[in-house]
């Protein structure tokens, strides 16, 4: 199981080992920054999954370094901050933060709002999954890396086979003709061959259904993906 690893970048090392022991105490990985520049620099890593970040800093205060990182990471972003005056707050979250603490802070909060953000991301994650990948028995199809695999064996396939096959499974059991595959996949005001849609379906089970088990032919039709 995945570990979530979270910065906390303050310039208060009491308030970092705090955080780090509780954090540490729930079995996530941490790492810190005791100024604005590490603090840039550390939220970096690829495989961090959360920021706690102090707004009053040496070298760069928290807001600049959210302004910052904002553009290039995405993970969720809590600021922990003495500052608790509305427009604090307000310009905090404008800047990108998804959350704002104020100190001096329950530890068992800070550790609730950690989990509720990595809970929500989690679920980013599994819906965002959901929606690129294509099931069908032993056939798994990613639509964002334009992989296809079947019973974990990988094939490979040109742009144009992936679109057709990825066309053929969102529409399972339906009949679609040349015509429809063709517009479906070169546009209308594409002119060509639809004898073109006959060879990369060709193609199509050379390599991954010779045995048309799941791409059937429906003579005088068109074809049809049944799984």
Not at 100 to 120: C, G, M, N, Q, W
Not at 143 to 160: G, H, M
Not at 189 to 201: C, F, S, Y
Request: one cysteine or more; hydrophobic letters at 40%; glycine letters at 4%.
């Amino acid at each position: 199981m995945h570990k979530h690893k979270i910065l906390i970048a303050d310039d208060d090392m009491d308030i970092i080992l705090l955080l780090r022991k509780a954090l540490e105490s729930e079995g996530y990985l941490t790492t810190y920054a005791l100024n604005g520049n590490d603090a840039i620099m550390k939220a970096k890593d690829p495989e961090l999954s959360l920021i706690l970040l102090d707004i009053v800093m040496p070298d760069l205060n928290g807001l600049h370094v959210c302004r910052r990182i904002r553009d290039e990471i995405s993970v969720p972003l809590i600021f922990l901050s003495a500052k608790d005056r509305e427009i604090d707050i307000i310009i905090g979250l404008e800047l990108g933060a998804d959350d704002y603490i104020t100190k001096p802070f329950s530890v068992d909060e800070v550790i609730a709002r950690v989990k509720s953000h990595l809970r929500r991301e989690t679920r980013k994650k599994k819906e965002a999954e959901s929606r690129s990948l294509l099931r069908s028995g032993q056939l798994t199809i990613n639509k964002d890396t334009y992989e296809v695999a079947i019973d974990d064996l990988k094939i490979t396939l040109s742009t144009k086979e992936f679109q057709i096959l990825v066309y053929l499974v969102e529409n399972k059991n339906r009949v679609l003709s040349r015509e429809q595959i063709y517009e479906a996949i070169w546009g209308f005001n594409e002119i060509g061959d639809l004898n073109t849609v006959t060879v990369h379906l060709k193609n199509i089970r050379l390599k991954m259904d010779p045995e048309r088990r799941f791409i059937k032919t429906v003579w005088g039709a068109g074809y049809k993906f049944v799984g």
